[in-house]
């Protein structure tokens, strides 16, 4: 068999990752479309406020093992038996703390409900623990068709599941069923799926010559995911639940494209560039492609977003939600610039300076706390436009170190995707202003703007000659054609 280039294993890794992520997240999505019209804004809220506890303990649990482990070359069955023990203890005592800090967190939200919420919604971090091996490897091997697979299945039982159960009045807990029924279902099923299995064996060795590279992951990472769903606490603190609810929503809509995107191309650049990392040019090169293919589609998706978000959400999730429309058109440009982030920071990891991403993370969340006052006392609106600027900053910063070790410059990469940046906004702004002009149902003005602004991108790439957009056209002619 003719073993395949490093082009084809990227193509194909990001193909069947974007599978993985849009497959399973559109329904996600639809399965929270269908919640979303059968249950409360409240009660949406609840479980907002229980992610910024899941995150940190996932942070916990990795600590930076997974990205240590895929950047080094010729890992041994040691090295993967030792991060699986690590990973399963600390995710058994992060359960523990959770459950004795339960009531104490319903306490400070002033919502009893919580304490019952968190003891059973925090098992999740256990079934966490138990495949992140299965999933390093898998993303070693650039094998994203069979965690496309797993993830599919296992989302879509859990959220036939939850639908059941909110049909049947168990409201909120039929979220907690959704969460944990995912990540219950895809622990399982990469068990099935997968050869590797834990030996037993604990080397001091490996955990040492890991954790050297992963803590400072671990603390960033940890810094990151405190502060990216900090926003939850003050709003669920400050504010009501049902604002939260319209936050909580505003945000898993913004995500869909946003955060899939930078979920997939963190998952296969990452192990690609770290296999070319002693060419420069070759990785100067590769980086350059992947930078602007990747936000030639994020500017389109995040406007034209933020330009249909008004009779999408009357469509989807009904009149109830509306207040939810100004903080998702405001979210889509905070959102646009995590895939630059992702990628810039994949560099740094590359690199081996996971010194200068944790130095980086305590900068840029320095500078976050102002935007938490300010929202505290201005409100939500004024925050989210806080956390615009505060996002082009924390590009800056990080573009101008990775830059740095590839001579591949900030204003280099402006100069690459401004173009790409004002096609977007072109497109966007013709598709909200067909929404503004047509008094029709949202159904059917969502389904003209989606139209038009898919032909409009088109239409401007085509004329433009955007050259990301000829090279995406390219793999798509020749995936459908079946011809590598």
């Not at 490093?6 to 559109?26: H, M």
């Not at 995500?255 to 997939?264: A, K, R, V, Y």
């Not at 191309?265 to 492609?289: A, C, G, W």
Request: include cysteine; hydrophobic fraction near 55%; aromatic fraction near 14%.
């Amino acid at each position: 068999m003719k073993k395949r280039t490093l082009k084809e294993k990227t193509v194909s890794g990001l193909i069947w990752s974007f599978v993985d992520n849009f497959a399973v997240k559109g329904l996600q999505f639809a399965v929270g479309v269908i919640l979303a019209r059968i249950l409360s804004p409240k009660e949406f809220g609840l479980v907002g406020i229980l992610a910024i506890f899941i995150a940190i303990s996932q942070s916990f649990i990795d600590s930076g093992f997974s990205q240590a482990l895929i950047r080094k070359k010729d890992c041994s069955q040691a090295d993967y038996s030792t991060v699986f023990y690590f990973n399963f203890v600390v995710g058994i005592i992060m359960y523990a703390l959770l459950f004795l800090l339960a009531k104490p967190i319903s306490l400070f939200f002033n919502e009893p409900i919580l304490k019952q919420l968190i003891r059973v919604f925090g098992l999740s971090v256990i079934f966490i623990s138990l495949d992140i091996i299965q999933r390093t490897i898998i993303s070693k091997e650039l094998n994203f068709k069979l965690m496309a697979q797993v993830s599919f299945f296992a989302y879509i039982i859990s959220g036939i599941a939850a639908i059941v159960f909110a049909h049947r009045g168990w409201g909120v807990w039929s979220l907690v069923i959704l969460t944990l029924g995912k990540y219950g279902l895809t622990a399982l099923f990469m068990w099935i799926r997968t050869h590797w299995r834990p030996s037993l064996e604990f080397s001091i060795a490996s955990f040492k010559e890991l954790f050297s590279f992963g803590s400072k992951l671990l603390v960033s990472g940890l810094i990151n995911a405190i502060f990216r769903n900090v926003y939850y606490v003050i709003i669920g603190k400050y504010f009501t639940a049902i604002e939260l609810g319209y936050y909580t929503r505003a945000d898993n809509f913004k995500m869909l494209p946003s955060e899939n995107i930078t979920q997939i191309i963190q998952r296969v650049s990452y192990p690609v560039l770290s296999s070319i990392k002693d060419d420069t040019v070759r990785l100067k090169e590769n980086y350059r492609k992947l930078i602007k293919s990747t936000m030639l589609i994020t500017f389109v998706l995040m406007f034209g977003l933020a330009a249909v978000a008004r009779p999408m959400i009357l469509a989807l999730i009904g009149e109830k939600w509306l207040p939810s429309v100004i903080y998702l058109q405001l979210l889509c440009f905070v959102g646009m610039f995590y895939p630059l982030h992702a990628l810039n920071l994949n560099m740094l990891q590359v690199e081996g300076r996971s010194d200068l991403i944790l130095r980086l993370e305590i900068i840029k969340k320095c500078l976050t706390v102002p935007i938490i006052v300010i929202g505290i006392f201005y409100g939500i609106k004024i925050m989210i436009v806080g956390m615009i600027i505060n996002t082009i900053i924390a590009y800056y910063l990080n573009s101008y170190w990775s830059g740095k070790f590839i001579g591949y410059s900030t204003v280099a990469q402006i100069k690459d995707f401004f173009p790409l940046f004002i096609v977007a906004a072109i497109q966007g702004g013709i598709v909200f202003f067909i929404g503004k002009v047509l008094s029709l149902s949202p159904v059917v003005v969502l389904s003209i703007q989606l139209t038009v602004g898919a032909l409009i991108t088109i239409a401007l790439c085509e004329l433009v000659k955007i050259d990301s957009y000829s090279e995406i056209k390219t793999i798509i002619i020749q995936k459908l054609k079946g011809r590598k």
